[in-house]
Nanobody
Framework: QQQLVESGGGLVQPGGSLRLACAAS????????LNWFRQAPGKERLEVSC????????TYDDSVKGRFTASRDDAKNTLYLQMNNLKPGDTGVYYC???????????WGQGTQVTVSS
């Protein structure tokens, strides 16, 4: 069964940190481009980061550069998103997704809620 299962979301104060995980089954993550997306109420979906399958290059939205770090653990077949210095604007549901290339997600996880609030 093919699945992407996100975990690690929660409520955190501004300036705090969270690490999201996306565990894959039925897929070999290193053969796909891997995305983190954020969906906030009333806002367009944002591509937070992408790990390229070919080069391993990781790209980030400007709003999270220097604060978020995406990584992939091939032994665990898991994608991570380390989020530091969180801001209220980072609030939303975070989804991992994979596809043939960055910007072309074809399979999604169920999402995990991140709320940044004092």
């Amino acid at each position: 069964q093919q699945q992407l299962v996100e975990s690690g979301g929660g409520l955190v104060q501004p300036g705090g940190s969270l690490r999201l995980a996306c565990a894959a089954s039925g897929f070999t993550l290193k053969t796909y481009a891997l995305n983190w997306f954020r969906q906030a109420p009333g806002k367009e979906r944002l591509e937070v980061s992408c790990v390229s399958s070919r080069s391993g290059t990781i790209t980030y939205d400007d709003s999270v550069k220097g604060r978020f770090t995406a990584s992939r653990d091939d032994a665990k077949n898991t994608l991570y998103l380390q989020m530091n210095n969180l801001k209220p604007g980072d609030t939303g549901v975070y989804y991992c997704a994979l596809g043939p290339r960055c910007g072309a997600p074809g399979f999604w996880g169920q999402g995990t809620q991140v709320t940044v609030s004092s």
